[in-house]
């Protein structure tokens, strides 16, 4: 079945160490998103991409990078810089940027820094 | 400023009771609607959209919500709501003539009580 895989579900980090959150689709989709999500207040968006070797920045940016080498992947590095990174992180794809068919989310990664 | 508001943070119900969630956005452009169910610990699932036509947009599991442009409005319904239903709501609006990327509400937790 065609689908998003976020891993891993759990991650655990010390303060101070960069961490990779990988996403893989199998959709074919060309567009994909980062997502952080934090209670009572819904989705943020962090960086998206419409095309291999292409990303922009979201609204929360800042302490976040990503890559786009592979159409079907889309990591996402929380680096040190990142002030309050424990969050719940959600990967999303859509066939392109702008169309209106709606979203598809993976299962999310809990990342908890200590 | 472009805004999507869930007025309810949580919404507590009886089982086999009509539940509304309501979702208002803040423009005058036109729009796309989406409603996004989220069970624990999980992505978000598509549960409906609107991008024309009938105003009244329904879901395969007896969800329904219905587009009012005066009141710029996409509250989302079911006559008879089920303990499965407890889970979190998400309404996200993609405005015309701007950024391709929806926004999203904060979420309206849903709880189903027996």
């Known amino acids: 079945d065609g689908g998003i895989t976020q891993s891993p579900k759990y991650l655990f980090r010390k303060e101070g160490q960069n961490v990779t959150l990988s996403c893989e689709q199998n959709l074919n989709h060309d567009a994909m998103y980062w997502y952080r999500q934090d209670p009572g207040q819904g989705l943020r968006l962090i960086y998206y991409?419409?095309?291999?070797?292409?990303?922009q920045k979201g609204d929360i940016a800042e302490g976040y990078s990503v890559s786009r080498e592979k159409k079907e992947s889309f990591p996402l590095t929380v680096t040190s810089a990142q002030k309050n990174p424990t969050a719940f992180y959600l990967c999303?794809?859509?066939?392109?940027?702008?169309?209106?068919?709606?979203?598809?989310f993976g299962s999310g990664t809990r990342l908890t820094v200590v | 400023a472009q805004s999507v508001t869930q007025l309810d943070s949580q919404v507590p119900v009886f089982e086999e009771a009509p539940v509304e969630l309501r979702c208002n956005y803040s423009s005058s452009v036109s729009v796309y609607l989406f409603w996004y169910v989220q069970y624990p610990n999980q992505g978000l699932q598509l549960l409906l959209k609107y991008l024309s036509g009938s105003t009244l947009v329904e879901s395969i599991n007896g969800f329904e919500a219905e587009f009012n442009k005066s009141q710029t409005s996409f509250h989302l319904r079911k006559p008879s709501v089920h303990i499965s239903d407890t889970a979190e709501y998400f309404c996200a609006v993609r405005f015309m003539g701007g950024s391709y990327i929806p926004t999203f509400g904060r979420g309206t937790s849903l709880i189903v009580h027996p």
């Open positions: 991409s419409q095309i291999v070797n292409d990303f």
């Open positions: 999303a794809s859509s066939t392109r940027l702008g169309e209106d068919y709606g979203y598809t």
